[in-house]
C-alpha cells in the first residue's frame, strides 16, 4: 500500500519486453530484491539492483494498461515506497493498481498570493512556470555583515569562480561526483556558483539549496564569523537555505552527507496555499536568465490540470475527493463530462513528474479505492 506522496523522482536507464530500468534513489538505500515501488502509480517488484539503478519486472498487461508502455531512456518517473506500518498517512490509500490512462487536456495557473478558496477556476490556456517578479528581498537583520549586494557579479568574482571550477579539492570532487548530471533526486547542481559576492561550492536553484565544505581554515574566529555573515546574507536577501559539512566528513562518511542532502531538499517549507496538491517529491521551474551570473528570478505558481479520464471511472471520483495521478495524492477540484480538474501546489510541481506535463500527455490514474468500495457496496444487489 501506497500513500501517494512522491519521496523522488529518477530517470529511465532501459527497458526491455519484460523489465524496466530507472535510477536508484539515494534514500531508497534500503531498498532488496523483492521491494514493492510505485513507479509513477505502477506497483512494481524489485528484481535487480546496484548502487546507482533498480530493475522491475513488468508484465506485458502493466505496458498495455497503464503509460509506463510510452516511457523512453530518459523519461522520468515519480517513485514512492511501499509504506510501513506506523508511518504517518500524509496522503491517502493507494494501491498501485492503475486503472486507466487519461491524458492532460489543459493546463491553469495562478499566482499563490492571489489564490483563495472562493477563487474561481483560472484560464486554462497559460502554461504553470511563467516567470515573475520576484518578492522584494527582506532587510538583512543587525549583526549580519551586508557587504555582498544584488546586482551584476563582479567580472573578479565570475572569474574566480571559473577558476575554482577547474581545479577543485578532492572533498569537492568527490561530492560532485554524486551530485552532477541530476544524480540528486533528479535535481541539477551547479559547482562554484556566483551569488552576490560571494561563491557557493554547489548550489540547486529549484530547491534554492546551497552546500558549503568546509576544510580546517573555517576553524578559526575571524573566518567562522565571516561564515554566519555569509549564511545570514543568503538566507535572508536570496532566500537560499545553507547546509554544511566538513572535508572529513565527505572522505569518511558519504553516505551520511548524501542522506542529510536528501532530507535538506525535501525538508521545504509549507505552501501558504490549503488544499489541493499533496503529493511531494521535480519539475523544475523556468529559469530566467539576468546577466553573466545566470541568476534565477521567479516564484512559484499554482497550477490547475485537467485530465480526461476513461469513462468507466467517472463514477469513482468525487469533487474535493481523492485521486491519484502518476502516483501522486491529489485533490479533485471540479468535474465536468470526463474532464476531472486537480489543483497542483508549487512544491508538488517542483518535486514530481507532473511539472513536465503538457497537453496531451498521458497520466496513470488511480481511483480512491474507498469510493471503489463504497460504489460496489451500494451497487451490488443484497
Request: glycine share 8%.
Amino acid at each position: 500500500m501506497f500513500t501517494g506522496i512522491v519521496e523522488a523522482t529518477a530517470a529511465v536507464l532501459g527497458r526491455t519486453d519484460r523489465a524496466l530500468t530507472v535510477e536508484k534513489p539515494l534514500i531508497f538505500d534500503d531498498s532488496k530484491i523483492g521491494t514493492s515501488i510505485s513507479v509513477s502509480g505502477a506497483c512494481l517488484t524489485v528484481i535487480a539492483f546496484d548502487d546507482r539503478s533498480m530493475t522491475f519486472d513488468v508484465i506485458p498487461e502493466t505496458w498495455q494498461r497503464t503509460k509506463l508502455g510510452t516511457l523512453q531512456p530518459g523519461d522520468r518517473v515519480n517513485l514512492e515506497r511501499a509504506m510501513k506500518a506506523g508511518d504517518r498517512f500524509d496522503g491517502h490509500i493507494v494501491q498501485g493498481h492503475v486503472e486507466g490512462v487519461g491524458r492532460v487536456v489543459a493546463i491553469g495557473s495562478r499566482e499563490v498570493s492571489s489564490l483563495s478558496s472562493s477563487s474561481p477556476l483560472p484560464p486554462a490556456s497559460v502554461h504553470p512556470f511563467l516567470s515573475l517578479q520576484p518578492p522584494p528581498p527582506s532587510p538583512l537583520p543587525r549583526g549580519g555583515r551586508g557587504r555582498m549586494t544584488k546586482g551584476r557579479i563582479n567580472p573578479h568574482v565570475l572569474s574566480f569562480a571559473r577558476d575554482m571550477r577547474e581545479a577543485p579539492t578532492a572533498a569537492e570532487a568527490k561530492l560532485w561526483e554524486e551530485l552532477r548530471d541530476h544524480r540528486c533526486m533528479g535535481l541539477q547542481f551547479r559547482r562554484q556558483h556566483p551569488v552576490g559576492r560571494t561563491i557557493l561550492d554547489f548550489y540547486c536553484h529549484s530547491v534554492r539549496l546551497g552546500i558549503e565544505l568546509d576544510g580546517s581554515i573555517h576553524d578559526a574566529e575571524e573566518q567562522r564569523e565571516e561564515d554566519i555573515g555569509r549564511q545570514e546574507y543568503l538566507a535572508h536577501e536570496r532566500h537560499i537555505r545553507i547546509i554544511r559539512f566538513s572535508n572529513d566528513e565527505i572522505f569518511n562518511d558519504l553516505p551520511s552527507v548524501l542522506r542529510r542532502i536528501s532530507y535538506a531538499i525535501q525538508e521545504l517549507p509549507p505552501s501558504p496555499v490549503g488544499g489541493g496538491g499533496r503529493g511531494v517529491g521535480a519539475g523544475a521551474k523556468k529559469e530566467k536568465i539576468v546577466d553573466e551570473e545566470k541568476e534565477i528570478e521567479s516564484i512559484a505558481m499554482d497550477a490547475y490540470f485537467t485530465i480526461s479520464v476513461p469513462p468507466t471511472l467517472l463514477s469513482f471520483i468525487l469533487p474535493k475527493g481523492s485521486i491519484a495521478l502518476d502516483g501522486v495524492s491529489l485533490t479533485v477540484a471540479a468535474i465536468e463530462g470526463t474532464d476531472v480538474t486537480v489543483a497542483l501546489i508549487p512544491t508538488t510541481l517542483r518535486m514530481t513528474t507532473l511539472g513536465a506535463l503538457q497537453p496531451g500527455d498521458p497520466v496513470n490514474v488511480e481511483t480512491d479505492m474507498l469510493v471503489r468500495a463504497a460504489v460496489r457496496t451500494v451497487t451490488i444487489p443484497p
